[in-house]
């Protein structure tokens, strides 16, 4: 069973950092080691819906990113440990939501695999 850990949220100042990180642990259901395409953060903010907010593939130099959060976030990828991480800059109080990381098999369209979601919670 494939799972996904997440950690680093928490209550920060607006002007502020933080680091969330996410790795995967475990293996297919064949028994065969985990493979990836892809990992990601989404985030759901209360009373919207939930938004991509960063991605990265697994097998190329490509990562992508929401307008929102252009050149205050950067996702960076561990491939030898399944994980990713998001650092998060100049916060802002929209910024505040619920993260979520995903991830993607080789072979699939969608991100079939989440984690539980940690709070990012942005003060003025």
């Known amino acids: 069973q494939v799972q996904l850990a997440e950690s680093g949220g928490g209550l920060v100042q607006a002007g502020g950092s933080l680091r969330l990180s996410c790795a995967a642990s475990?293996?297919?259901?064949?028994?065969?080691?985990?493979?990836?395409?892809?990992m990601a953060w989404f985030r759901q903010a209360p009373g919207k819906e939930r938004e991509l907010v960063a991605a990265t593939l697994w097998g190329a130099h490509h990562t992508r990113y929401s307008d929102s959060v252009k050149g205050r976030f950067t996702i960076a990828k561990d491939i030898a440990k399944n994980s990713v991480h998001l650092q998060m800059s100049s916060l802002k109080p929209e910024d505040t939501a619920v993260y979520y990381c995903?991830?993607?098999?080789?072979?699939?369209?969608?991100?079939?695999?989440w984690g539980q979601g940690t709070q990012v919670t942005v003060s003025s």
């Open positions: 475990g293996r297919a259901v064949s028994g065969r080691p985990l493979t990836l395409s892809a």
């Open positions: 995903a991830a993607r098999r080789v072979g699939e369209q969608d991100y079939g695999i």
